[in-house]
Each structure stands twice: as structure tokens, then as C-alpha cells.
């Protein structure tokens, strides 16, 4: 007598199965990445619209936006930054403070968009209006993190290593300050942004020193 052994035939989608769920999968993300990095120059035009109408501007010479899959990283090159004065006659005369940086690197995990890390390149030139910058601001690293944005921050954080901010006099630049870190931190206590805001701040300077001035700074 023989012996007869049944094999067990298991239909042949199940091996199919999980490649095609995690290719849908990857799909439907790549689609949702693509579709945010498209919202990316809608949200900063309406950004920019609401900060005009207080006497803030912004601008970039050139935006783009990398990180896929998992992360939104969206570079401003030559950003220029120009602030009216806060009083309306002020605004009206054309008082402002102009501020032009090298880059401004912005990175957030797609999945949790209320973190944000932001790193500087300097040198940053500072000046009224139209005309010659005044000062130049540098530094070795400069990073920013932020906790709670778009619609509700609650905590904002700046650090510089080697900042320096130098003064221009006739041509010349006159080393103002100097410092081997700098850091300064808020965050929201109490209340809220538009309603009784309390806010904690904290500033830090390290082997910092100041020219120019009383010889006691």
C-alpha cells in the first residue's frame, strides 16, 4: 500500500495580498505629501496677506519644498523682511526696519505639523528703509523651534552659536557684541494669543561682551 499525502493549496491572492496593500498604502501617502507641499505657497500668500495689514512683509526670491515622504522642509532663499512701525501715522509715513538673511530652512514631521524647527543662515543685514544697512548680524548655527502653531503657539525658542552684530560707520564695520551662545525662550503661561496673554520669557547670554558703549558692558 502507498501512503497518500494531501497537500493543503491555499489560493494564491493571499501571497499577493500584503505588496499590493502596502503599495496602495505608499500611493495614498505619496498623493496626501504632494498634495500639502502644493498647499505651501497658498498658506504663506495668506500668511504674508495678515501679517501686511499690521506693517509686516515678507519675502522670498526663491521658495522650494523637499522632505519626502515623511517630513516638509521648505527653504526661502534671500528672505527679506521689512517691519513698518506699529503706529498707524508711523506706518503711513513710511518708517520701516528692513532685515535681509541669507536662508531660512523650515522643517516639520508631515504627521504632526505643530512642531516646527527653523534654521538661520547669516550673515543678516539690518537697515531703515530703502538705504544702506546699518548692521550686519552673524553667526556660526542658528535655529528656532516652535510649539502650537499655525493658529495657537505656545512656545517659541531662538538659539545662536557665535552670534555677532557689527555696526557700519562710513564703510567701515565696527564690532558692536559678541557672544559664544545666546538663547531666548517664550512660552504662553496664561491665557491666550488674542485674549489676556501671559508670557514667560527666559534669556540667556554666554561670555557675551558689548563695544562701543559704557566700558562696564
Same mark, same amino acid.
Given at each position: 500500500?502507498?501512503?497518500?499525502?494531501?497537500?493543503?493549496?491555499?489560493?494564491?491572492?493571499?501571497?499577493?495580498?500584503?505588496?499590493?496593500?502596502?503599495?496602495?498604502?505608499?500611493?495614498?501617502?505619496?498623493?496626501?505629501?504632494?498634495?500639502?507641499?502644493?498647499?505651501?505657497?497658498?498658506?504663506?500668500?495668506?500668511?504674508?496677506?495678515?501679517?501686511?495689514?499690521?506693517?509686516?512683509?515678507?519675502?522670498?526670491?526663491?521658495?522650494?519644498?523637499?522632505?519626502?515622504?515623511?517630513?516638509?522642509?521648505?527653504?526661502?532663499?534671500?528672505?527679506?523682511?521689512?517691519?513698518?512701525?506699529?503706529?498707524?501715522?508711523?506706518?503711513?509715513? *513710511?518708517?520701516?526696519?528692513?532685515?535681509?538673511?541669507?536662508?531660512?530652512?523650515?522643517?516639520?514631521?508631515?504627521?504632526?505639523?505643530?512642531?516646527?524647527?527653523?534654521?538661520?543662515?547669516?550673515?543678516?543685514?539690518? *537697515?531703515?528703509?530703502? *538705504?544702506?544697512?546699518?548692521?550686519?548680524?552673524?553667526?556660526?548655527?542658528?535655529?528656532?523651534?516652535?510649539?502650537?502653531?499655525?493658529?495657537?503657539?505656545?512656545?517659541?525658542?531662538?538659539?545662536?552659536?557665535?552670534?555677532?552684530?557689527?555696526?557700519?560707520?562710513?564703510?567701515?564695520?565696527?564690532?558692536?557684541?559678541?557672544?559664544?551662545?545666546?538663547?531666548?525662550?517664550?512660552?504662553?503661561?496664561?491665557?491666550?494669543?488674542?485674549?489676556?496673554?501671559?508670557?514667560?520669557?527666559?534669556?540667556?547670554?554666554?561670555?557675551?561682551?558689548?563695544?562701543?558703549?559704557?566700558?562696564?558692558?
Amino acid at each position: 500500500m502507498h501512503d497518500t499525502v494531501m497537500t493543503k493549496r491555499h489560493p494564491r491572492w493571499r501571497l499577493f495580498a500584503a505588496p499590493v496593500l502596502l503599495l496602495c498604502a505608499a500611493i495614498a501617502w505619496s498623493g496626501f505629501w504632494f498634495y500639502a507641499a502644493s498647499q505651501v505657497d497658498v498658506q504663506f500668500d495668506g500668511w504674508k496677506a495678515r501679517e501686511a495689514k499690521s506693517g509686516r512683509t515678507y519675502e522670498c526670491a526663491n521658495k522650494s519644498v523637499a522632505g519626502f515622504p515623511f517630513r516638509m522642509e521648505v527653504t526661502c532663499a534671500d528672505p527679506v523682511v521689512t517691519l513698518a512701525s506699529q503706529m498707524p501715522g508711523q506706518i503711513a509715513s *513710511g518708517v520701516k526696519l528692513k532685515a535681509q538673511l541669507k536662508s531660512i530652512l523650515v522643517l516639520a514631521q508631515i504627521y504632526d505639523p505643530t512642531k516646527i524647527i527653523a534654521e538661520f543662515k547669516g550673515p543678516a543685514l539690518v *537697515g531703515s528703509g530703502n *538705504g544702506a544697512a546699518s548692521y550686519s548680524a552673524n553667526w556660526s548655527v542658528g535655529r528656532a523651534s516652535a510649539a502650537g502653531l499655525p493658529l495657537i503657539p505656545q512656545r517659541v525658542s531662538f538659539a545662536f552659536d557665535s552670534p555677532s552684530l557689527d555696526r557700519f560707520d562710513n564703510g567701515a564695520q565696527m564690532p558692536l557684541f559678541r557672544a559664544s551662545h545666546l538663547e531666548l525662550h517664550t512660552r504662553l503661561a496664561e491665557g491666550s494669543v488674542t485674549d489676556n496673554p501671559v508670557i514667560d520669557t527666559a534669556f540667556e547670554l554666554s561670555s557675551s561682551t558689548v563695544q562701543g558703549l559704557h566700558p562696564i558692558l
